[in-house]
């Protein structure tokens, strides 16, 4: 059976684990077409997951952050020059390191998520210390990697012996979305390699992206919530999580 097959059947851990394991040989024409196919169908549920959270949460009247004309940001489509953008992105990342295939797939297919609470129209943050899923948009990646200081500070990072690599931020951390001082911000590790998926750093769960989604999904969103605790958040959990696709 081939991965795209045990996917669908449920494999989904062991697949990616075995995908992993191929490392760059992943991308050879005997592996790829069905790497690609499993890589297409998660984003695709990375998406119908969270449009269920996403409808749930404003049915609860969930306070999201909003654009300058009022339109909330929590979830957004792809946008429609995103070839573009990540042509763009990937040539100005080329000397420290490459874009991961799910970086690609998750722009390409999910757009963009900031299910954070919208703290300065609303102090009384429902879920404090959820830690809400949030990647930012591609059009944020590019801004970074296209700052005068951003190749010359990812240089500084290679070189550092307790570092090593360069990286995209992606996310801010758990305090940082309650407005509370705290850490770096989640980013996503670029490998001198190309790679099927990389490593989220600064993240609790010390994973990589992929797992990421998984981990927040197993939560509906909000990986750091002690939702036993929690009468309302129970009641949006017991009603979101039987919704959402295993990725």
Same mark, same amino acid.
């Given at each position: 059976?081939?991965?795209?097959?045990?996917?669908?059947?449920?494999?989904?851990?062991?697949?990616?684990?075995?995908?992993?394991?191929?490392? @760059?040989?992943?991308?050879?024409?005997?592996?790829?077409?069905?790497?690609?196919?499993? *890589?297409?169908?998660?984003?695709?549920?990375?998406? /119908?997951? !969270?449009?269920?959270?996403?409808?749930?949460?404003?049915?609860?009247?969930?306070?999201?952050?909003?654009?300058?004309?009022?339109?909330?940001?929590? !979830?957004?489509?792809?946008?429609?020059?995103?070839?573009? *953008? *990540?042509?763009? !992105? @990937?040539?100005?990342? @080329?000397?420290?390191?490459?874009?991961?295939?799910?970086?690609?797939?998750?722009?390409?297919?999910?757009?963009?998520?900031?299910?954070?609470?919208?703290?300065?129209?609303?102090?009384?943050? !429902?879920?404090?210390?959820?830690?809400?899923?949030?990647?930012?948009? *591609?059009?944020?990646?590019?801004?970074?990697?296209?700052?005068?200081?951003?190749?010359?500070?990812?240089? @500084?990072?290679?070189?550092?012996?307790?570092?090593? /690599?360069?990286? $995209?931020?992606?996310?801010?951390?758990?305090?940082?979305?309650?407005?509370?001082?705290?850490?770096?911000?989640?980013?996503?590790? $670029?490998?001198?390699?190309?790679?099927?998926?990389?490593? /989220?750093?600064?993240?609790?769960?010390?994973?990589?992206?992929?797992?990421?989604?998984?981990?927040?999904?197993?939560?509906?969103?909000?990986?750091?919530?002690?939702?036993?605790?929690?009468?309302?958040?129970?009641?949006?959990?017991?009603?979101?999580?039987?919704?959402?696709?295993?990725?």
């Amino acid at each position: 059976m081939n991965f795209y097959d045990r996917y669908k059947n449920g494999e989904s851990h062991s697949v990616y684990a075995d995908i992993e394991k191929l490392g @760059e040989e992943a991308f050879s024409p005997s592996y790829y077409p069905d790497v690609e196919k499993v *890589l297409i169908e998660t984003f695709q549920r990375v998406r /119908f997951n !969270l449009e269920i959270i996403y409808k749930e949460l404003k049915n609860i009247d969930y306070v999201f952050w909003a654009d300058g004309t009022g339109n909330d940001e929590a !979830l957004l489509m792809p946008f429609s020059n995103t070839d573009e *953008l *990540l042509n763009i !992105l @990937e040539q100005n990342i @080329e000397l420290v390191g490459k874009l991961p295939v799910s970086m690609k797939m998750f722009y390409q297919i999910v757009g963009s998520c900031n299910f954070a609470w919208n703290y300065q129209d609303d102090p009384d943050i !429902l879920w404090e210390m959820a830690d809400p899923i949030q990647v930012a948009p *591609l059009t944020d990646c590019v801004s970074q990697v296209t700052d005068q200081y951003w190749l010359e500070e990812m240089e @500084e990072y290679i070189q550092d012996d307790d570092f090593g /690599f360069a990286f $995209l931020e992606l996310s801010a951390d758990d305090l940082h979305k309650d407005n509370v001082s705290g850490g770096p911000p989640y980013a996503l590790q $670029l490998n001198k390699e190309k790679s099927i998926d990389s490593k /989220f750093l600064n993240e609790p769960n010390d994973t990589t992206f992929i797992n990421y989604l998984r981990i927040c999904f197993e939560s509906c969103g909000f990986p750091g919530m002690p939702y036993a605790d929690n009468k309302v958040f129970q009641e949006f959990f017991d009603k979101v999580k039987p919704q959402l696709q295993k990725i």
